[in-house]
Structure formats: C-alpha cells, structure tokens
C-alpha cells in the first residue's frame, strides 16, 4: 500500500455540513463528549487540516519520485510536517497548490482530470476532493506508462 492508496477524494457536502452543525453546537456549549471527540477528530472528512496537507505533501513527494524512476525531470518540494497549532500562510497555501499543479504538468492527464484548485480560500469539498483525485490520476497514469514499457517491447528493445 502506498501514500496514494490513502488519498481521499469522496468527501460528500453533508459529511461538511454536519461537521459545521457540531462547531456551531459547540460554540454554543451544546456539544455532547460524543460531538467533541467527533469535533476533534482530524481525520474527519468533513475538515480539511493538517492531516490533509501532510498526506497531500507526502503524496506528491512520492508520485515525483516515480515520475523521476520512470524518466521525467520534476522537482518538489512540499510541507509534510504540518501540526495541528500550525496556521498555514497564504503564501504557503500557493505553494502548495503549486506543487500539486508540477506533478499535474508532468503528464497529459485524462479529460476527467480536475484543475488543480486557483486558491484555498474558502476551499469547498469538491475543490478539496479535486485536489487528491489529481494524485489519484497521475499516479494511475505513471503505473499505466510503466505497464506500457513491456507491452510496446520498448523494456528489450536491442537485446539478441
């Protein structure tokens, strides 16, 4: 199993909406132990933190990797030691995205690819699911023209 297997990209609009119904009960001091451990939970779909961009980071680092073993000159460099006291910067968040959008260049990726995300601002599930399916996608597209090295006969090409 590798990093991409663990990339999210079904994050639902309700899974977010019920997240923003348990702060609000919070805020209100209505929330039960179950909501706060719910609240405080970071691998909740519904948030996007700290988890999310060191899983992204890590993402990217290993799909340039395999984009570099299989020929392809990309450099990268991602955050992958985000905390949960971090505060991400705007300045980090462009680098971020940039970084997604180097891997996303290296390959012509399918119709069905999505862009990579203009800001994080106000960042939506779908723009937050578009973000890993991107990782998703190359990757598969790596493994897909690796595959295609043994069946082009290009893997023995010149060998007697």
């Keep these: 199993m590798s990093i991409v297997d663990t990339l999210i990209y079904d994050r639902t609009e309700a899974e977010r909406d019920a997240l923003e119904a348990l702060y609000a009960k919070a805020k209100a001091g209505d929330a039960t132990d179950e909501e706060m451990a719910i609240l ?19 993402a990217i680092v290993y799909i340039a990797n395999r984009l570099k073993a299989a020929g392809n000159d990309i450099e990268v460099s991602p955050k992958t030691n985000w905390t949960r006291e971090d505060i991400p910067a705007p300045a980090q968040m462009v680098h971020y995205l940039e970084q997604i959008q180097k891997v996303r260049d290296v390959l012509t990726v399918y119709q069905t690819t ?13 723009e937050a699911n578009d973000i890993e399916k991107i990782l998703v996608d190359v990757d598969q597209l790596i493994t897909n023209m690796i595959a295609a090295y043994y069946y082009s006969g290009e893997l023995y090409g010149g060998e007697v």
């Design 40 to 58: 405080t939970d970071p691998t909740h779909k519904g948030a996007y933190n700290y988890t999310d961009l060191n899983r992204v980071g890590k």
């Design 114 to 126: 999505p862009a990579v995300p203009a800001d994080m601002e106000g960042l939506t599930h779908t």
